[in-house]
């Protein structure tokens, strides 16, 4: 894997190698093919987990300290990180995944200077975002009212999200020093940060929460130094050498095309927020269904399971993104066509694994957050649903990235309204209410009426794809944006 990292050149190597006349040769040529593309696959995909998990973790254990506080301050920092910064990181993670698309390509195509232009646009597009995006923070309490909180949750979780807008602009800048380091292939240093981050919380956490008796404040401080620490850490790391043919300083250029780089970044939003809204209207459904606390800590239970390994798909969408948009830029349909094949066969297997290990243990998996027999039940009833959302959490994300990695955004931003808002809410409604299906109707209906859809609409897509053509495009979009 080092070799991959020192030398530009074998990387851009063609994956498919001209196939021999004897049969041994042949099979000896898709081997090392395979060894190849596997390598530079998961030096991405190891990296990318670490780092997600660290991230994931950073907000768990922020919780966990605002737990021991009370039931409000758990629930204050709860709904501050999950509806109001959760909403708002969606959208701005998936306006920086543009980056995945324009620096991919750019690497592919040797226009390394181009990465560091790329990516100072795009800290000035999600900048400016984070300003309009500021009222969420500063009328939170009165939102979470409008939205049925009780009053002392609301008031205390707007005092947690007024403290965690320092939170809300490192997003501004991380997001786009992640894709800029992923696209060439500079991951490791995301994994160090993240754990580096992750130790900063633990001790932040503590201090403030517990030696300082700070409260939510203090919680809410802790996330915002912890991803801070983030930031720096590789931005430090960008500018002070580790990047020298990517990162040539600030630039002019920046400011050239923005109006055009919002419009790309915007599609590369919705796409992405679209996905992630969904799981949470999810649990805003299930708390309006009779019995609602018990189906609302059932599904939550599950959707934390899913969370944690929805981390790896999520590291495959990463790493198909930057594969593909490497290659097309690189001019070689043929190796983004063989990079989305291995991407899926691999994350398939995975899901299947974990998939089986959630039936396998189905009644004993929820144990890690509850000893409440009747959660218990539930959770051991959703099982199979929960199962079945793994396994196609292990194709959508991997099939999301190679939309990213081809500039695909804006025909997925309608896929995903059409799929998952036009048919999968409404089946979910009718599954739930209309059949009297409780959480397992909403929860199906929404798998199956969107996700599923959704799946198969993609892989039709993926699967019907002129890749030569695809190539041809990402060679214009490179000089065109460069």
Sequence with gaps: MGSIHRDGDEFHQPLLTQSSSNYDGEEKDLTTRLWIETEKLWTIVGPSIISRVASYSMNIITQAFAGHLGDVELAAISIANTVIVGFNFGLLLGMASALETLCGQAFGAKQYHMLGVYMQRSWIVLFLCCFLLLPFYVFATPLLKLLGQPDDVAEMSGVAAAWMIPLHFSFAFQFPLQRFLQSQLKTRVLAYVSFVALGV????????????????????????????????????????????????????????????????????????????????????????????????????????????????????????????????????????????????????????????????????????????????????????????????????????????????????????????????????????????????????GMIFGGTAVQTVILGIVTMRTDWEDEAEKAKKRVQRWG
Excluded at 268 to 296: D, F, H, K, Q
Excluded at 299 to 310: A, D
């Design 201 to 444: 919380n633990v001790v932040t956490s503590w201090v403030l929460v517990y030696v300082l008796d700070w409260g939510v404040i203090g919680a809410s401080i802790a996330l915002d130094v912890s991803w801070w620490v983030m930031v720096l850490g590789l931005y430090g790391y960008t500018v002070l050498g580790g990047c020298p043919l990517s990162w040539t300083g600030y630039s002019m250029q920046a400011f050239n095309g923005l109006w055009e780089f919002l419009k790309l970044s915007a599609a590369s939003g919705v796409m992405l927020c679209l996905e992630n809204w969904y799981y949470r209207i999810l649990i805003l459904m299930t708390g309006y269904l009779p019995n609602a606390t018990l189906a609302v800590d059932a599904l939550s239970v599950c959707m934390s399971i899913n969370g944690w390994e929805l981390m790896i798909p999520l590291a495959f969408l990463a790493a198909t993104g930057v594969r593909v948009a490497n290659e097309l830029g690189a001019g070689n349909g043929k190796g983004a066509k063989f990079a989305t094949k291995v991407s899926i066969v691999q994350s398939i297997i995975l899901g299947l694994v974990f998939c089986v290990i959630v039936l396998i243990l189905r009644d004993k998996v929820a144990l890690i957050f509850t000893s409440s027999s009747d959660v218990l039940d539930e959770v051991d009833k959703l099982s199979y649903l929960l199962g079945i959302t793994i396994l196609l959490n292990s194709v959508q994300p991997v099939l999301s990235g190679v939309a990213i990695g081809s500039g695909w955004q804006a025909l997925v931003a309608y896929i995903n309204l059409g799929c998952y808002y036009i048919i999968g809410l409404p089946l979910g409604f009718l599954m739930g209410w209309i059949f009297d299906l409780g959480v397992t109707g909403i929860w199906g």
